[in-house]
């Protein structure tokens, strides 16, 4: 029988914390989470994601040993604002054991439907900038930052709990050419002579870096208001994704088109994969670990694209190709030879279309599930 406890006080947070990496100890595909970051992420009194929300960890036990966890959230700001009355799941973890699942899972189900909820949604977490969603095809060995990696079983214990599909994201995956595309190239040169005001943003150093993450990040909270699960971010939320990116982003892989009052109105950010290093030091960066994730982004032959975006009203006059050209540029030199992008909602085709362009393919697919509850 599968016995299920609410996380409460420091052991059982730490037996929450630690469940994945026992789980998941024999498979090479994994990619453990930052496990600093786990903590900080999970705790309700120092992640200000958790207000405006109700939430709850659950360990799920078998014969006095843990063998699940689960995250549910009931996240009213956003439902409120979408006329919603969901309730999420997030960071699932199970043995191979239909029965603990279906445990898990129905706890979530009876304690959100207690507080109101109609519908069950998952895996997503508080917002987009989260894992998200069940990876359900992939293309290579190579699992894709800032996601989360999960056992195939898992798929097939949510559709037997009577989940069905709801939003589909995908990875593309796109080869490096020798020479960038004429075709590209000459649509560039056509759009660029028109808004002779704007110019490129290159950073070489990490101040520049510091100086202009803070208005990309304000450009996401305009631009991601549609996108499905985007949750306006307050100043605390962007100082915290800002510092995340400083630390990691080299200069060189951030670029933007600035407006002739020095305003930032396009960017990208990519990333080496560093995936390898997190696999090596098993998550953990401290104390030694973070040289092996270092070590891994100097090696690194791919680049993942993490973010970008394009004011409104500076879209379709060829900035995705001036911004594609500076991209070209660096990377040709350091020899990468694939670009993925993060994940995309695969009902945006305008964003698939662009990908396909470029030569792209489908790299990974990931599923977020719906189950009423009424």
Known sequence: ??????????????????????????DSYWLPPIYS???????????????????????????G????????????????????KDVRFNYLES????????????????????????????????????????EIERNDDTPLIITYVNFPYITAFLEEYGFEGYKDLVSFGIPVPAEYPTEYYEKYKTYLPKHSGLKILAPKTRWTVWKYLRPAVNLINE????????????????????????????????????????????????MPDFSKGIQESRGKLFPF????AFKAMKRSKELVLMIGGIKKEYR????????????????????????????????????????????GFINKRFRIYKKDII
């Open 223 to 270: 631009l991601f208001v549609e996108i499905y699960a985007h949750n306006p971010l307050s100043k605390k939320d962007m100082n915290a994704l800002v510092w995340r990116f400083a630390l990691l982003l080299l200069p060189k892989h951030m670029k933007g088109v600035l407006n002739e009052k020095g305003e930032l109105v396009a960017f990208v950010i990519g």
């Open 316 to 359: 379709n006059i060829g900035l995705d190709y001036w911004l594609s050209i500076e991209i070209y540029n660096t990377i040709i030199k350091d020899g990468i030879h694939t670009v993925k992008s993060h994940l995309i909602l695969d009902e945006n085709r305008k964003t698939h279309a662009k990908m396909l362009k470029f030569g």
């Open 65 to 84: 040993e843990p063998v699940g966890r689960v995250m549910a959230i009931i996240p009213f700001s956003y439902n409120k604002r979408h006329q919603l």
């Open 289 to 292: 670990g973070f040289l092996k």
């Open 95 to 134: 043995t191979e054991d239909y029965e603990v699942t279906e445990a898990l899972l129905n706890y979530v189900s009876e304690w959100g439907k207690n507080r109101g909820c109609t519908q069950l949604v998952g895996p997503l977490g508080f917002s987009d900038k989260e894992p998200q969603g069940i």
């Open 1 to 26: 029988m599968v016995a299920i406890r609410e996380v409460h006080g420091q052991k059982l947070f730490k037996v929450f914390l630690d469940l994945p990496y026992v789980l998941h100890e024999k």
């Open 37 to 63: 970051d786990e903590k900080g992420f999970f705790n309700k009194a120092a992640n200000k994601l958790f207000r405006n929300t109700e939430s709850l960890l659950l360990l799920a036990f078998k014969n």
